[in-house]
């Protein structure tokens, strides 16, 4: 992070697909600070995903500049660590790995760290507890329902006490009641863990829950 | 949870795909494991021929087989070999077969067995005081005496085949004989036979001074080589010899080809089991592409999902190896167990170096077998593994 309090620096951020033909990014400007929390708003293959995934390191851009918690993306060959340790994920479908128990599930970015199995362990637990899943700790993931499925997810996200977590769609695949129970959540989590919090959804009242709103259309941010 | 417990817990994700491919490398395993028992069984038997106090010279009539059958020699020949430098001591035998099918017992618990399905019971006929040429330096029970008419021993072979002991009689060319001691000299030509006074045998089998083989046992600064070609030169066209050696080089021959055959049927197996593997082993990456782009996007190295997949096939063929070993061992030992002559040939090998070699293969086709599917896996896209449905 630099001194202007930025965690998040974009500045005209390009990426295309396809020889070019498709352009998902084509110029974006973004400063997120420290600790806060936006959401990404724009219609289908307006680019939103693409910029979640620039942000977070799962694919790098063709022009342009990008700089999260301090570090330039365009030049870091150490993308693994860098996710590792400053980015959670949650997924619209939560991808977690069904034969795996719950705490499990949570312990699983936690490889890449020093902690010993005791302090994953104790790490998950904790993380389970603030979601309100410490009962289901021992359970695999088929036997959850939809939003406890996403609760995991949230928990195994904050797991290795990252800068930012990014979100996408979290709500996508869930009943509006839960959706805001998890939206909830997030929230709650965003202020207590101090995070970051970035996340993407094409559901205006999703959206509204967000301190700013970041509208993309045609691969630049509409401020 | 640790790395490893992970590792060892994704092959049973899909528990039959992952049973089929241990079947499949269990099968390379078990004909492995069990053939090296057989053969290296086989060889130490072979080893034991070579004993020491052992005649290291055969003699026989030049024309008949290696074990003498078929032709006879003057008795009086193994004096006359004895006089011939670097000879230590010689002694003539008589090889003869109990074709008779009157194998009678005359104690309630023993069972009555056709030997040898092709010539009977092999019968040997010596002087007492030199079974030590035959191999023989100790026995259960006492040697038969000279003069005797009614006594023989048994090697441990017939002494299992037919269920015999100290004490107990059998009938051979329509007479009784009693068992008064049995032997275990290792051999297995030698333990598969019955062994009775020189003369006796030549007596029943109208051989009088006659004997198929003369043992002779060198001088100990002699070289077998050299006293062989003595006798030969000695009698041309006459007597032919064959050392101890040759005889278990060209038994060792054999098992040379067995085992050949047998590395051949086990690379077959073993490369029928590595494709199961790969197969295996790709089908799972391919259905957990998105659960490696979520292990990517969580910060997994590429070199911990190689690790993953690779861990996961070689937990695959390590258990195929415990399966393949464990029947293999059961197996030999039940068959050796229920055909008690072929069990008495053949005292199956326990060397570590055959478990060594099992365990090798089922690491290295755990290796190659899952090094495309774990390379495939590592050099995914985090967003394209994340968007495959």
Known sequence: MNNTGNIIEIKGLKKSYDNGKIKALNGMDLEVKKGEFISIMGPSGSGKSSLLNMIGALDTADE??????GIDLMKTKKLNKFRSKEIGFVFQMHNLIPNLSVI??????????????????????????AVDLEDKIGQKPTKLSGGERQRVAIARALVNHPSIIL??????????????????????????????????????????????????LDGKAKI | MSFLSLVVKNPFRNKTRSALAIVGIAIGI????????????????????????????????????????????????????????????????????????????????????????????????IDASQLGLLGIDSLNGTSFTNTSTNQVIMGKTVVQDLNKTVGDTI????????????????????????IMPLATLQNLTSNQNKVSDILVKVTDNANVTTVSNEINNAYPNQLTTTTAADQANRINQGLSFIDTASWAISLLAIFI????????????????????????????????????ILGESI??????????????????????????????IITPSFSYDIFLRAFLVAFLVGVFGGLYPAYRASRLSPTEALRYE
Do not use: C
């Not at chain 2, 329509?174 to 030509?189: D, R």
């Not at chain 2, 197969?279 to 070199?303: C, D, F, H, P, Q």
């Open chain 2, 171 to 194: 009938d051979l060319y329509g007479q009784n004989f009693t068992v008064v001691g049995t032997f275990e000299t290792g051999s297995f030509l030698t333990d598969a036979g019955i």
């Open chain 1, 64 to 69: 342009g500049s990008i700089k999260v918690a």
């Open chain 2, 273 to 308: 089991g590595a494709v199961g593997v790969i197969n295996t082993m790709i089908m799972s990456v391919y259905e957990r592409t998105r659960e490696i782009g979520v292990l990517k996007a969580v910060g997994w190295t590429n070199r911990r999902i190689l690790g993953m």
């Open chain 2, 30 to 125: 078990m004909v492995i494991v069990a053939l090296g028992m057989v053969t290296g069984g086989l060889k130490n038997s072979t080893q034991s021929t070579l004993k020491a106090g052992a005649a290291e010279i055969t003699v026989i009539q030049t024309g008949s087989n290696s074990f003498g059958s078929g032709g006879t020699i003057n008795e009086s020949t193994a004096a006359e070999i004895q006089n011939l430098s670097g000879v230590k001591d010689t002694t003539g035998i008589l090889r003869a077969s109990n074709t008779s099918s009157s194998i009678a017992t005359t104690t309630s618990n023993s069972s009555q067995s056709s030997f040898g399905t092709g010539g009977g019971l092999s019968i040997t006929g």
């Open chain 1, 167 to 216: 979100a996408d769609e979290p709500t996508g695949s869930l009943d509006s009641k839960t959706g805001e129970v998890i939206l909830n959540l997030l929230k709650d989590l965003h202020n207590k863990e101090n995070v970051t919090l970035v996340m993407v959804t094409h559901e205006p009242y999703v959206g509204n829950m967000a301190e700013r709103i970041v509208t993309v």
């Open chain 1, 104 to 129: 499990e599930n949570v312990e699983i970015p936690m490889f890449e760290t020093n902690a010993s199995s005791t302090e994953m362990k104790e790490r998950a637990v904790e993380l389970l507890k």
């Open chain 2, 315 to 344: 937990v695959l063929t390590l258990i195929a190896f415990v399966v393949g070993t464990v029947v293999a061992v059961v197996g030999v030992e039940l068959i050796l167990t229920l055909s008690p002559s072929v069990g008495g």
